[in-house]
């Protein structure tokens, strides 16, 4: 959904700060099943139905750009694939303008249900074996899912445009881009039990090794509220620490942790990296954007490489470029169109 404010305002372009070896074109055909994979959401041009699900083997190098469509009696997945999310033995797609999640079985990928009912759906949080929830941009609610019918059975009231969750001591904590609040879940009754103010704008949202939760808010200026980075206590639903931006026009974005839980990664036009001891921001970036298009990142768990998905043009099909943690370039892969979420099983 984000892709279609740039395609209306058309491309955008960068300075390049460095170059790097082309991507490799995908000429796999075959289904990667063994070792860890790595699975990315790409939201394909709005409204032509595009969307994709593309799949990388870190060990082979293997990519596959849509594991949907050939799997699936050469159907589309739907308009603007927003997230992925891997779930027991399924794949769901979060496909956002076709108001609805696809579950897939992880192995085959073929589909075995679709979520329906929803209606500008953004990302899924499992909260138990046995229900979930989606968040959203028009509902003014969180969705409740029940995994063993894959139906949406109910709704949270939660003003705004929903987010990224997380769950931590039987509480969902959501972020939420036009508020200045992250609101708190309780997930065994469905009921919103309290707001913690962190700044306009919140987006993304993840947990360290402490349990402790860290938030990116790209702030407001119209609302005096500069961009920031906080950690939350989820047992006490306190803001312990901010880290403030200077200026209106920073956006941090994407944050994600390495596999250790002690440092943090984030976008902000360029690749930043935070220890969760920090005490101040660094403002040396990792990785520079340059004439590319960061749309999103992703941290391997298993050797902290940094994975950044580029939308080139909205138009085209998209890259993800691998780096090492201190920002070598290492490899690059071409995906489908508008590369967003990444996943690592």
């Keep these: 959904m984000r892709s279609i404010v740039f395609i209306l305002i058309g491309v955008v372009f960068f300075i390049s700060c460095r170059k790097d070896q082309p991507p490799v074109k995908s000429t796999f055909n075959g289904t990667i099943t063994s070792g860890q994979r790595v699975f990315i959401s790409c939201e394909g041009t709005f409204p032509q139905n595009k969307a994709a ?47 609805k999640v696809v579950v897939l079985d992880k192995e085959t990928f073929q589909r075995t249900a679709t979520i329906s009912g929803l209606q500008s759906p953004r990302y ?7 229900k979930a929830y989606v968040s959203d941009i028009y509902a ?20 705004g445009w929903t987010e990224e969750m997380a769950l931590s001591y039987g509480k969902v904590f959501v972020c939420n881009i036009k508020r200045a609040y992250v609101y708190v879940i309780n997930s065994i009754s469905n009921v919103v ?10 987006s993304s949202i993840v947990k360290d090794k402490n349990e402790k939760l860290w938030v990116a808010c790209s702030g407001d200026s119209a609302k005096s509220s500069l961009p920031c980075i906080v950690r939350i206590d989820p047992v006490s639903n306190v803001v312990e620490q901010s880290f403030t931006f200077s200026h209106y026009n920073d956006s941090p974005s994407n944050i994600k942790i390495n596999g250790a839980g002690d440092k943090l990664y984030y976008l902000n036009s ?57 920002g070598t370039f290492k490899s690059s892969f071409s995906v489908g169109i508008i590369p967003g979420s990444i996943f690592f099983e």
């Excluded at 969180?142 to 709704?155: E, F, M, P, R, Y």
């Design 140 to 159: 003014n609610a969180i969705s409740v899912i029940d995994l063993s019918t894959n139906a949406k059975t109910g709704s949270i009231p939660c003003n």
């Design 124 to 130: 899924f949080l499992p909260v138990s074996n046995s």
């Design 53 to 99: 699900i593309s799949l990388y083997d870190p060990t082979t190098g293997n990519v596959v750009e849509d594991i949907y469509r050939p799997n699936n009696n050469n159907q589309s997945l739907g308009d603007v694939c927003q997230s992925v999310y891997i779930h027991n033995n399924s794949l769901y797609g979060v496909v956002n303008n076709s108001n």
């Design 193 to 202: 039990t309290d707001s913690i103010y962190v700044g306009y704008g919140s």
């Design 270 to 326: 360029n690749v930043y990296g935070l220890d969760i001891t920090a005490s101040t921001l660094s403002f040396s970036p990792i990785v520079l954007q340059g004439n590319k298009v960061f749309y999103g990142i992703g941290i391997n768990p298993n050797n902290e490489d940094i994975y950044v998905a580029d939308a080139i043009n909205y138009i085209q099909n998209g890259k993800v470029m691998i780096y090492d943690k201190q």
